[in-house]
């Protein structure tokens, strides 16, 4: 018998960053937001990929070079059918590269609200351990904020857990509290240690623990 209470938490961000330019129909600078929309011109045999933003007070669109004058066979063929056919997943994932957008344009909205989807991977009646993986897609936050946020608990009450030995995690390096999830991340809570284990399950698994 399990005594382990295995939850996902799949943690991603909600609005891409947003370059601020100047748009020429405003005539300020305007923060601008990704469509999700990719536009592929051939030149030949190459070819010249962009992924359009759109000004957010007027609409004006920007386009944002992803690719530019890149010989046809010199790009991955899957990726290539990716952009070709405008796939979501792809052109979200080009809106989320905060490293290659950071080349291109010198001021950056970023975003910090996130969604949590918590899953209940192994549920037991009473459960001595809370064990929590993190899946990150496109997210940052710092542990101890996640932590506190999703368990609902006072972020020094998850320091003091941690420097107890209650809260465990597995991380390289030191004071993982104070550092960014990284994806895979996994958190081990002893839950006979919590004053209130029920509400701190309740909270871990967004309610779902009792539908396995
Ligand atoms: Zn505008």
């Known amino acids: 018998m399990s005594s382990i209470l295995s939850v996902c938490w799949t943690i991603s961000a909600l609005h ?3 370059p601020w330019l100047h748009c020429s129909h405003c005539g300020t600078q305007s923060p601008f937001q990704s469509s999700d929309k990719i536009r592929v011109n051939a030149n030949g045999k190459r070819l010249d990929i962009w992924l359009i933003y759109r000004c957010v007070i007027c609409g004006n669109s920007w386009n944002r070079p992803i690719m530019e004058r890149t010989p046809i066979h010199a790009i991955d063929p899957a990726q ?3 952009l070709m056919s405008n ?3 792809t ?6 590269d905060l490293a ?11 975003f910090s609200d996130m969604a949590i989807n918590k ?3 192994n549920a037991s009646a009473n459960a001595a351990v809370l064990e929590i993986t993190c899946a990150l897609q496109k997210a ?3 542990l101890d904020r996640l932590l506190a946020t999703e368990l609902n608990l006072p972020r020094n009450q998850v320091q003091a857990m941690t420097k107890a030995g209650h809260i465990v995690i597995q991380a390289d390096g030191k004071r993982p509290l104070r550092r960014p999830v990284h994806n895979g991340m996994r958190i081990r809570v002893a839950l006979p240690e919590v004053d209130d284990a029920d509400a701190l ?4 698994t967004g309610g779902n623990h009792n539908q396995l």
């Open 119 to 121: 899953t209940v991977l």
């Open 140 to 142: 940052s936050i710092r």
């Open 16 to 18: 891409a960053p947003r």
């Open 91 to 96: 052109a979200r994932h080009l809106a989320f």
């Open 87 to 89: 796939n979501r997943e």
């Open 100 to 110: 290659s957008l950071q080349r291109q344009v010198k001021k950056i909205e970023e």
């Open 201 to 204: 399950i309740t909270a871990a």
């Open 80 to 82: 290539l059918q990716r």
